[in-house]
């Protein structure tokens, strides 16, 4: 591991383990001719071994002080961009790419779910695996009626399908973060609910698990909607509370609302 002054705001926990670094790019199902956006490069550890496995890889840095480090690796195959991903536009990250690309990340919490919900909306999007922590990958792949199920999960469902893939020790990192991680793999299906508004309709749940404790016809009422719009439900579906739904039955509340 070379001298860096690691960043907290970044939330940088390099990969320390290198079997850990095979069995990512085998959860992400990375083959030859495979091309890959990366999301956090680091010390280039996990990038060194997608470059092994991917036709081509773009690979995002926010830390310009690993660009010396990551130049060095010389990765003939990986084109590095150093800026976060988060300001770039989907047109703009996608467009190098010749067709659809597969995305992998070691993500720290806070940019979890807006790194999600930003890719997830790309047609050209095949799969994401990403590393988060352990009970952020419980959120994602959480089904109706499960503690952790809220937005996160609908949405996530929404877009494709979730699965952890494994649980990764807190002690596969450098330096050791304070909570175990999780690799969750996301396959895209676009296709299936594409006569959906996806921005109306992620706005819907988010009115819907406003308030946990509430009752759905409380939280879509606070939301904005009037009673005569929630008149097309049941009494019984309008006092049940949003965790107790699942994806599906979100999708026909909502279509009898709004159509």
Do not use: W
């Not at 494994?166 to 969750?184: G, T």
């Amino acid at each position: 591991m070379i001298q860096h002054n690691f960043k907290k705001k970044f939330g940088q926990n390099f990969i320390s383990d290198k079997n850990l670094l095979i069995a990512i790019c085998s959860d992400a199902n990375v083959e030859k001719e495979d091309e890959v956006l990366e999301i956090g490069a680091g010390m280039g550890s996990l990038t060194s071994a997608l470059s092994k496995n991917a036709k081509r890889v773009v690979s995002y840095e926010i830390d310009r002080d690993l660009k010396e480090q990551l130049l060095s690796l010389k990765l003939e195959n990986v084109e590095f961009v150093f800026g976060d991903v988060m300001k770039f536009s989907l047109d703009q990250i996608e467009n190098v790419f010749t067709g659809s690309y597969k995305l992998i990340a070691n993500l720290p919490y806070y940019i979890t779910s807006p790194i999600i919900f930003k890719f997830l909306k790309s047609d050209k999007l095949k799969s994401l695996t990403i590393m988060v922590q352990k009970e952020v990958a419980e959120r994602i792949v959480a089904r109706a009626g499960d503690k952790n199920y809220g937005v996160l999960s609908v949405l996530t469902s929404f877009y494709g399908s979730a699965e952890i893939k494994r649980i990764v020790s807190r002690k596969l990192f450098y330096p050791q973060p304070n909570v175990d991680s999780a690799i969750v793999t996301i396959i895209v299906d676009k296709d299936r609910n594409a006569a959906i508004d996806e921005k109306k309709f992620s706005k819907f749940i988010c009115s819907a698990f406003a308030m946990r404790r509430k009752t759905l016809k409380n939280n879509l009422l606070q939301s904005g909607l009037s009673k005569e719009s929630l008149s097309v439900l049941s009494p019984e579906i309008l006092a049940k509370r949003p965790e107790q739904f699942t994806l599906e039955q979100f999708i026909e509340i909502y279509l009898k609302i709004f159509d």
